[in-house]
């Protein structure tokens, strides 16, 4: 017996997407390529046509701009948006979540942060160096009434604290912050404020606003804390009052910007 692979003269492919299987990780794709085979013995052309379908998956591929009973998935777009709002004057809303920026980094709750019908209001406080060995708490630096710079898919507030940026990156799978300290000695020395430096880390406090949420779970100190988004997010309290809770949020990673 003899096996021969015939040669291709050429081919001819397309895609298209069946946008009825999307979900919000999920799109499915069909490639049809149409071929011509020549018989190396006879010389006769025939032609083929080759079908195959391909799974494309990731988080945040899609988001519903449908209803829950009446779903109509589009794909997501890392794009920034300006608004009608003066309180909140830019906005993503083109994703599996949906953030609001507001007018200013030092306003109340300045960011929006909506999965499905639940809402997160949250927004820095100050920069502080915390005592791990005496649990203490020391504020270094309080914010500054800055206005916000879209740069593609990032807002950022410069000089949100004196010689350090805020900088919010919105992409499909998943929402950061990052704080830029723009040189060295901004910050000063922790034994400035009574604090070791062998027992200092250095931490961000963030007011969280937890008055929309109905349901609630205890805290290690076995404090009734709010649910939803809060739940398994690392969120150390500081303290809670009037429905507003202080608390850094952990994990958090800390490098050098090699840009600069």
């Known amino acids: 017996m003899m096996i021969l692979t015939l040669p291709a003269l050429g081919s001819i492919g397309s895609w298209q997407e069946n946008e009825s299987l999307r979900d919000s990780q999920t799109r499915v794709w069909k490639s049809t390529k149409v071929q011509e085979v020549k018989n190396p013995?006879?010389?006769?052309?025939?032609?083929?046509?080759?079908?195959?379908?391909?799974?494309?998956?990731?988080?945040?591929?899609?988001?519903?701009?449908?209803?829950?009973?009446?779903?109509?998935?589009?794909?997501?777009?890392?794009?920034?948006?300006?608004?009608?709002?003066?309180?909140?004057?830019?906005?993503?809303?083109?994703?599996?979540?949906q953030v609001r920026?507001?007018?200013?980094?030092?306003?109340?709750?300045?960011?929006?942060?909506?999965?499905?019908?639940?809402?997160?209001?949250?927004?820095?406080?100050?920069?502080?160096?915390?005592?791990?060995?005496?649990?203490?708490?020391?504020?270094?630096?309080?914010?500054?009434?800055?206005n916000p710079v879209v740069d593609g898919n990032k807002v950022i507030y410069r000089d949100a604290f004196s010689g350090i940026d805020v900088e919010y990156v919105y992409q499909k799978g998943v929402f950061q912050q990052n704080i830029k300290i723009n040189s060295k000695g901004i910050l000063g020395n922790?034994?400035?404020?009574?604090?070791?430096?062998?027992?200092?880390?250095?931490?961000?406090?963030?007011?969280?606003?937890?008055?929309?949420?109905?349901?609630?779970?205890?805290n290690t100190q076995g404090e009734k804390m709010a649910q939803g988004l809060l739940k398994g997010e690392g969120c150390d309290i500081l303290f809670k009052k009037k429905g507003n809770l202080l608390c850094t949020l952990a994990p958090s990673l800390a490098y050098a910007d090699t840009e600069n």
Do not use: C
Request: no cysteine; net charge negative.
């Open 41 to 97: 013995f006879t010389g006769e052309i025939s032609v083929n046509t080759v079908t195959h379908q391909y799974y494309e998956k990731a988080d945040g591929l899609n988001y519903n701009a449908g209803t829950k009973d009446k779903p109509k998935w589009l794909p997501s777009v890392e794009t920034i948006n300006p608004t009608d709002d003066p309180y909140f004057p830019y906005q993503a809303n083109q994703g599996p979540y």
């Open 190 to 218: 922790p034994e400035t404020y009574g604090i070791s430096t062998d027992n200092a880390y250095l931490v961000a406090v963030t007011e969280i606003d937890t008055t929309d949420f109905s349901t609630e779970f205890e």
């Open 101 to 146: 920026f507001g007018a200013s980094i030092n306003q109340t709750t300045p960011i929006e942060y909506t999965v499905g019908e639940e809402t997160l209001r949250l927004g820095l406080k100050y920069m502080a160096y915390y005592d791990k060995k005496k649990g203490t708490l020391k504020p270094i630096k309080t914010l500054n009434h800055v």
